[in-house]
């Protein structure tokens, strides 16, 4: 390990619902390193989150957390976690989420107010969830996890159903985060927002196709974007 | 336990209440009503006035029902959520969520039960004994009970719909069998070797030994019963513990 490495996975395999879904997955990420995983759907990339935040279940092999096995009670303030589908109280509104969750992780007001800026809900702080559209909904969630200046984010499909403009400004913030120092891990479905990561896993049916920079893996498959050489690279392993 | 986070999760159950007037109202008065009901349906029949003698069971039984309801819907919701991942993914111990639930919900009964228990002493001339704060403590040990056993259920109900199915499968035998109905040694004898391990029917002897009291005092045996709900409540709160799992499938 790296001594920057935030976050190790060395031969992960996880079971869910009886069958492995993940087979054996390695992967690090360092701090101020943003490292996107893409996959098709099913692959796996949100199990994988999961086992390094450390709420999965059944989980084989090694995932190293700052330092500690992944989930260890020292790590769980460190971490900012955005699951798939918005997990926040949808009869509260945003700033009452934030304000609680804040104040789980001892945060106080300022932070609540810069995190609803980041996700550029400042306007919309007292509206409650429930009457938000999809895309502010994912929002909150996202402004929760940036909570506490977490060392390590790990957010999944955190753009999903957002307009590119604010998509835009969100990877301005994922950038930022990863400058300060953070660790920031993200799963996408959309190829060109991976062209944004210092480097790139490809999962697949719970394997890691590949890794590398988005450059290095255009090169690699002589393609002129990273969905073309996401597609080769399957597409290689089919062959 | 951290009492920082358990306080925000007070505060927080609170917060989600106060935006549903409606259920607050229901919580709120739905008890006093019903009380209200019994009285008025048996005022023109001469003998025993029925609220002495169903009263303080009703103040035992509604603040167990009402939140056994709402800490099972309310904790599946947050499974369902994903709410409940969240809080166990950050520095929250699952004590601070369990305590901090049952300070919310105790909160809530202390004001039904005040509101019930004035109605039926100061309106409905209900006769009670012993003293009126120990009528309050039984109604919040049966408060407690509830979000305890509302708890446990949350684990097993994958659906609201299966949350509030677990109301009449789990509180009406033990409303049958509390001795309400029927006094427990005419009941056979498996029948009553039932209800004595059932938390309802010291619950409901507690309420009855405060109004049996004479003097201010309660009658002998009362603070035993409310010692076994409360007993019973924190080993069922205790095993609630086990059902928030912070690594799932
Ligand atoms: N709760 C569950 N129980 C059993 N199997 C599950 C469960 N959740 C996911 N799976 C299975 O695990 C595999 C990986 O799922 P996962 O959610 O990690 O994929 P994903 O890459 O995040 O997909 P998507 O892009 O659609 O979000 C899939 O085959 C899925 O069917
Ligand atoms: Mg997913």
């Not at chain 1, 429930?130 to 957010?155: K, N």
């Not at chain 2, 006093?32 to 169903?54: A, Q, T």
């Not at chain 2, 499968?169 to 005419?186: H, N, S, Y």
């Amino acid at each position: 390990m790296a001594p920057d490495d935030v976050v190790e996975v060395a031969d992960l395999r996880v079971t869910r619902g009886g069958a492995e879904v993940l087979h054996g997955i390695d992967l690090t990420v360092g701090a101020g390193e943003l490292v996107g995983i893409v996959g098709p759907s099913g692959g796996g990339k949100s199990t994988l989150m999961r086992a390094i935040v450390g709420v999965q279940a059944n989980v084989r092999g090694e995932i190293t957390v700052l330092g500690q096995p992944a989930g260890s009670p020292s790590v769980r303030g460190r971490v900012g976690y955005v699951t798939q589908a918005p997990s926040i109280y949808d009869d509260l509104t945003a700033r009452q989420n934030l304000e609680f969750f804040g104040a789980v992780l001892g945060v106080g007001p300022d932070e609540v107010q810069s995190a609803l800026a980041t996700v550029d809900l400042a306007e919309a702080g007292d509206q409650v969830v429930g009457s938000m559209s999809g895309g502010q909904q994912s929002r909150v969630s996202l402004a929760t996890a940036l909570l506490g200046s977490p060392d390590l984010l790990v957010l999944d499909e955190p753009t999903v159903g957002l307009d590119p403009v604010l998509r835009r400004s969100l990877w301005g913030t994922f950038r930022a985060l990863a400058a300060a120092g953070a660790a920031v891990l993200v799963s996408t479905h959309v190829m060109d927002e991976a062209e944004r990561c210092d480097r790139i896993a490809l999962l697949r049916a719970g394997r890691v196709l590949a890794t590398g920079t988005p450059a290095g893996l255009r090169e690699r498959t002589s393609a002129d974007t990273v969905e073309q050489a996401f597609l080769a690279l399957i597409d290689e392993v089919a062959a | 336990m951290t009492p920082r986070i358990t306080l925000a999760v007070t505060r927080r159950v609170l917060q989600q209440l106060r935006r549903d007037p409606r259920t607050v109202a229901l919580m709120l008065f739905v008890p006093c009503l019903i009380l209200l009901l019994l009285w008025w349906v048996f005022s023109e029949l001469p003998g025993r006035d029925m609220v002495d003698s169903f009263g303080p069971a009703l103040i035992a039984f509604m603040p167990f029902t009402v939140m056994f309801i709402v800490t099972s819907i309310t904790m599946l919701r947050e499974r369902t959520a994903g709410t409940l991942e969240r809080m166990l993914a950050m520095p929250t111990g699952r004590a601070d969520i369990l305590i901090g639930y049952a300070l919310a919900l105790v909160a809530v009964c202390l004001v039904q039960a005040t509101l019930v228990i004035g109605l039926g002493v100061g309106f409905l001339g209900m006769d009670v004994g012993g003293p009126l704060w120990a009528l309050l403590l039984v109604a919040l040990a049966d408060s407690f009970l509830g979000t305890a056993l509302g708890l446990a259920v949350s684990a097993f109900a994958r659906t609201e719909f299966q949350a509030v199915q677990f109301m009449p499968a789990l509180v009406l035998p033990q409303l049958l069998l509390c001795g309400l109905f029927i006094p427990r040694d005419t009941m056979p004898d498996l029948a009553r070797a039932v209800s004595e391990v059932l938390p309802l029917t010291y619950a409901i002897d507690a309420m009855k030994g405060v109004q049996a009291g004479v003097d201010g005092q309660v009658a002998t045996g009362t603070w035993t019963d409310l010692l076994v709900v409360v007993a019973i409540a924190v080993v069922v709160l205790g095993l609630g513990t086990f059902t928030l799992r912070r690594q799932t499938d």
